[in-house]
């Protein structure tokens, strides 16, 4: 009986123990937890500041962003993160880390191999630290620009001429020949000279001589730059072009030096020119973005540009009475009234070329091909880029 009374005993104990030990478990736990909030509570909140949470860029464009990490104490890492939709969760694109600074920037590069479809789930991620909680800020981009290879043309461009803004670019920095769209930058320096438009202006032998010069240019005859001026925009004579930079600067040399020094002053990186007309010529080339800006610029500038490029038809009279009829050959007048007129041209080392102005709600967009193979690809894709106004002008690049 006795041996009975110990083993009850001793198992009673054991379980009280059990139950000491049980209870100081879950107490121990709970507050450690509860230790772990107030921690957690008591950390400062980590801010991300300086990025939107909706962003629309070209995917050719470089896509970049400064933000602020705040509190960046420690160095701490910084995540830029994609979402995976088949693996559904966020995957680390890039890392960086910040400055050990109250508050640290850090310029956020997303790479153009990684948004390459028209929308993405976006988000830079701070982990925590043991004074600041962690931080998320999540961003959609859309990518517009996605399909250019449907233009035949080797490059183009789309400039909002009002906000300065590119929404479309195809090898927009491609160092081609352009043909007669270097007509727009010979009369951009002429509607920045002294120069009046009924000023009149000897036909020299150079200019006579120049081929593709209608209507017919004689030696000694004489235009007014406003009948040079028609018959360049809208014939495109070549010889009218020899005459507007002579009677501008003395010499076509002096005038090209002058287109060079305005090209420069205005950013054209990628424009070098030689002559006045643009004949094929080596060192004599420029690119979409360029042609567009100088298109859009010119048309912004003056009003009697605006005027010239907008008429089907100019009569042009000489001081000795010579007289014709110059019709532009540009057939994006009937298409659309928004359309409001444009600077074709053609050579055989330049294929065909165009550069004009779309009007969409109120804005003017400037719009460049170069190098399409066939007349019927260059208004083709000039078509697809007046679509393409209409369809993305309104969305904020």
Same mark, same amino acid.
């Given at each position: 009986?006795?041996?009975?009374?110990?083993n009850e005993g001793r198992k009673i104990l054991q379980k009280s123990i059990a139950f000491v030990?049980?209870?100081?478990?879950?107490?121990?736990?709970?507050?450690?937890?509860?230790?772990?909030?107030?921690?957690?509570a008591d950390k400062i909140t980590t801010k991300i500041s300086g990025i939107a949470s909706s962003?629309?860029?070209? $995917?050719?464009?470089?896509?970049? $962003?400064? =933000?602020?990490? +705040?509190?960046?104490?420690?160095?701490?890492?910084?995540?830029?993160?994609?979402?995976?939709?088949?693996?559904?969760?966020?995957?680390? =694109?890039?890392?960086?880390?910040?400055?050990?600074?109250?508050?640290?920037?850090?310029?956020?590069?997303?790479?153009?191999?990684?948004?390459?479809?028209?929308?993405?789930?976006?988000?830079?991620?701070?982990?925590?630290?043991?004074?600041?909680?962690?931080?998320?800020?999540?961003?959609?981009?859309?990518?517009?620009?996605? @399909? &250019?290879?449907?233009? &035949?043309?080797?490059?183009?461009?789309?400039?909002?001429?009002?906000?300065?803004?590119?929404?479309?670019?195809?090898?927009?920095? /491609?160092?081609?020949?352009?043909?007669?769209?270097?007509?727009?930058?010979?009369?951009?320096?002429?509607?920045?000279?002294?120069?009046?438009?009924?000023?009149? @202006? $000897?036909?020299?032998?150079?200019?006579?001589?120049?081929?593709?010069?209608?209507?017919?240019?004689?030696?000694?005859?004489?235009?007014?730059?406003?009948?040079?001026?028609?018959?360049?925009?809208? /014939?495109?004579?070549?010889?009218?072009?020899? #005459?507007?930079?002579?009677?501008?600067?003395?010499? +076509?040399?002096?005038?090209?030096?002058?287109?060079?020094?305005?090209?420069?002053?205005?950013?054209?990186?990628?424009? &070098?020119?030689?002559?006045?007309?643009?004949?094929?010529?080596?060192? &004599?080339?420029?690119?979409?973005?360029? @042609?567009?800006?100088?298109?859009?610029?010119?048309?912004?500038?003056?009003?009697?540009?605006?005027?010239?490029?907008?008429?089907?038809?100019?009569?042009?009279? #000489?001081?000795?009475?010579?007289?014709?009829?110059v019709n532009t050959t540009d057939l994006m007048k009937d298409y659309s009234d928004k359309h409001?007129?444009?600077? +074709?041209?053609?050579?055989?080392?330049?294929?065909?070329?165009?550069?004009?102005?779309?009007?969409?709600?109120?804005?003017?967009?400037? @719009?460049?091909?170069?190098?399409?193979?066939?007349?019927?690809? $260059?208004? #083709?894709?000039?078509?697809?880029?007046?679509?393409?106004?209409?369809?993305?002008?309104?969305?904020?690049?």
């Amino acid at each position: 009986m006795i041996n009975v009374h110990k083993n009850e005993g001793r198992k009673i104990l054991q379980k009280s123990i059990a139950f000491v030990l049980c209870v100081f478990f879950l107490f121990s736990t709970f507050t450690c937890l509860a230790n772990d909030n107030i921690d957690e509570a008591d950390k400062i909140t980590t801010k991300i500041s300086g990025i939107a949470s909706s962003i629309n860029a070209l $995917r050719e464009s470089t896509l970049e $962003r400064t =933000i602020t990490v +705040t509190p960046a104490n420690g160095t701490r890492t910084v995540r830029l993160q994609l979402y995976n939709s088949k693996e559904k969760m966020y995957k680390t =694109i890039k890392k960086y880390v910040t400055a050990d600074a109250d508050s640290a920037k850090i310029k956020i590069v997303f790479p153009k191999k990684h948004r390459k479809k028209v929308c993405g789930k976006w988000r830079i991620y701070v982990s925590k630290t043991k004074e600041a909680r962690s931080a998320e800020k999540y961003i959609n981009i859309t990518t517009r620009n996605i @399909v &250019h290879k449907e233009l &035949h043309s080797k490059a183009a461009c789309i400039i909002c001429v009002d906000d300065n803004k590119i929404i479309y670019v195809k090898n927009s920095q /491609k160092e081609l020949k352009q043909a007669s769209t270097t007509k727009v930058m010979t009369a951009a320096l002429f509607f920045e000279s002294e120069n009046k438009l009924n000023d009149y @202006v $000897r036909v020299s032998n150079k200019a006579s001589n120049t081929p593709y010069s209608t209507p017919w240019m004689a030696p000694g005859d004489s235009y007014t730059f406003r009948a040079l001026l028609h018959a360049m925009l809208l /014939k495109s004579s070549n010889g009218a072009a020899v #005459s507007i930079a002579e009677g501008v600067s003395g010499t +076509t040399k002096l005038f090209v030096k002058e287109m060079n020094n305005k090209a420069k002053e205005l950013g054209m990186n990628h424009t &070098h020119y030689t002559n006045p007309h643009g004949l094929d010529a080596k060192k &004599h080339y420029s690119c979409a973005h360029d @042609v567009a800006y100088i298109m859009g610029y010119t048309y912004k500038n003056n009003k009697t540009f605006r005027e010239i490029i907008a008429k089907k038809k100019y009569t042009v009279k #000489s001081k000795r009475g010579r007289k014709q009829v110059v019709n532009t050959t540009d057939l994006m007048k009937d298409y659309s009234d928004k359309h409001k007129g444009g600077k +074709t041209g053609y050579t055989s080392g330049a294929g065909l070329c165009f550069t004009s102005i779309y009007e969409h709600k109120g804005k003017d967009y400037a @719009v460049c091909v170069l190098g399409a193979k066939k007349a019927e690809y $260059r208004w #083709s894709d000039m078509k697809k880029l007046y679509k393409y106004i209409d369809k993305y002008a309104s969305t904020k690049y």
